[in-house]
T-cell receptor, first 111, second 112 residues
Framework: KQEVTQIPAALSVPEGENLVLNCSFT??????LQWFRQDPGKGLTSLLL?????REQTSGRLNASLDKSSGRSTLYIAASQPGDSATYLC??????????FGTGTSLTVIP | DAGITQSPRHKVTETGTPVTLRCHQT?????MYWYRQDPGHGLRLIHY???????DKGEVSDGYSVSRSKTEDFLLTLESATSSQTSVYFC???????????FGQGTRLTVV
């Protein structure tokens, strides 16, 4: 069974810092990997989608990389802002039409 | 944002009553999913659908049933609600196995 782990579980940084969130998965047979953010009491908002054949994707201050062979993905956030405070989830789309959710990283950006 | 709407957004119901949650999409996506989110458990798959009238069970399907009579609607029914089904329920959609998944805003269900 696919297992998805995110490190760290929680992170607190001052505004303006660049930061990296890590995601690892145990089975490399994936269709894609998607990063989401979830604000308290809200749904999941899609940030970036990386196909299994891709190495990275960028959107604004966000950059996500994928190393499928080693089972790792990172989400890089540049120049963090208080509005970036949320829980970030890594979600792997596995063969067999299943999504596997990471354990999440709770990010707090301090003004 | 993808056109995906869950209703109701909040519901309080009594133990033993049936409850139906609705997920409605305007994207004409093939796949639809129901998840529940609980502290300490993350999101767990209840049921999913890969087309009209085509559904399959997830890891926590006991006590739940689903129906999909048309592409845009995926209904989740709690046949006889129990307190253990108090949770936040999310619907998700995707067009095919390689495309982006989108989630609804969630339904907070409380069973008293």
């Amino acid at each position: 069974k696919q297992e998805v782990t995110q490190i760290p579980a929680a992170l607190s940084v001052p505004e303006g810092e660049n930061l990296v969130l890590n995601c690892s998965f145990t089975d490399s047979a994936i269709y894609n990997l998607q990063w989401f953010r979830q604000d308290p009491g809200k749904g999941l908002t899609s940030l970036l989608l990386i196909q299994s054949s891709q190495r990275e994707q960028t959107s604004g201050r966000l950059n996500a990389s994928l190393d499928k062979s080693s089972g790792r993905s990172t989400l890089y956030i540049a120049a963090s802002q208080p509005g970036d405070s949320a829980t970030y989830l890594c979600v792997v789309r596995h063969t067999g039409n299943q999504f596997y959710f990471g354990t999440g990283t709770s990010l707090t950006v301090i003004p | 944002d993808a056109g995906i709407t869950q209703s109701p957004r909040h519901k309080v119901t009594e133990t033993g009553t049936p409850v139906t949650l609705r997920c409605h999409q305007t994207e004409n996506h093939r796949y639809m999913y129901w998840y529940r989110q609980d502290p300490g458990h993350g999101l767990r798959l209840i049921h999913y659908s890969y087309g009209v009238k085509d559904t399959d069970k997830g890891e926590v399907s006991d006590g739940y049933s689903v129906s999909r009579s048309k592409t845009e609607d995926f209904l989740l029914t709690l046949e006889s609600a129990t307190s253990s089904q108090t949770s936040v329920y999310f619907c998700a959609i995707s067009d095919n196995l390689n495309t982006e998944a989108f989630f609804g805003q969630g339904t907070r269900l409380t069973v008293v």
